[in-house]
């Protein structure tokens, strides 16, 4: 098994609401990642959890909230986001953190109204 | 500070062959990696050099010299499913050895 899927693939949500993404990987990897992707752009690191550890927050505003529940799952709690927040949000793992190869999912294309 | 420079944008037609180059100019580095992204898919691992040379995995290659900071991608006989953003990226110890992407070239592979 080398996926790592995420859920959902789409969510639109008012500025009020609060929401999870959610990731899962069975690679054994003990590295997890969140980025944000907007269009035509890189993806910027959010966060990097290393051994179920948070080891790396790029300063994203706290609305945005990382959990690590066990080694093969990471979440990401979203609570009065902004308009500007909608975006492709990818989870992604590697064997072990600061690694060259990193295994992404899918995405989770979030729209904030 | 801290960049990644590749071109924007490429274009060829099937069954040539296409370089893709990236320089970087980080604080550290550990290596240079490659990623391809489909339109509304997931970047997709294609190579990691850590030290100078070639790599080859297939129709694709990638290359590094790290004393000219300067890296490219290869890709041989372009198919029309080629067609994609491509991303160096580079691992930088001094950045708490986050992945540092490049702005992404996207590649069209005409007929």
């Known amino acids: 098994d080398t996926e790592v899927t995420q859920t959902p693939k789409h969510l639109v949500m008012g500025m009020t609401n609060k929401k999870s993404l959610k990731c899962e990987q069975h690679m054994g990897h003990r590295a997890m990642y969140w980025y944000k992707q907007k269009a035509k752009k890189p993806p910027e690191l959010m966060f990097v959890?290393?051994?179920?550890?948070?080891?790396i927050n790029e300063s994203v505003p706290s609305r945005f909230s990382p959990e690590c529940p066990n080694s093969s799952l990471l979440n990401l709690h979203l609570h009065a986001l902004q308009p500007e927040d909608s975006a492709l949000y990818l989870c992604a793992s590697s064997q072990e953190a600061y690694t060259g190869e990193l295994f992404f999912g899918e995405g989770s294309r979030l729209t904030v109204l | 500070g801290q960049s990644l420079e590749q071109p924007s944008e490429v274009t060829a037609v099937e069954g040539a062959i296409v370089q893709i180059n990236c320089t970087y100019q980080t604080s550290g580095f550990y290596g240079l990696s490659w990623y391809q992204q489909h339109d509304g898919g997931a970047p997709t691992f294609l190579s990691y050099?850590?030290?100078?040379g070639l790599e080859e995995t297939g129709r694709f290659s990638s290359f590094l010299s790290r004393s000219d900071s300067y890296g490219y991608l290869l890709l041989q006989e372009l198919q029309m499913k080629d067609s994609a953003s491509y991303f160096c990226a580079v691992r930088d110890p001094n950045q708490g050895g986050k992945l540092i992407f490049g702005q992404g070239t996207e590649l069209s592979v005409k007929p």
């Open positions: 050099n850590g030290l100078d």
């Open positions: 959890y290393s051994y179920e550890k948070l080891s």
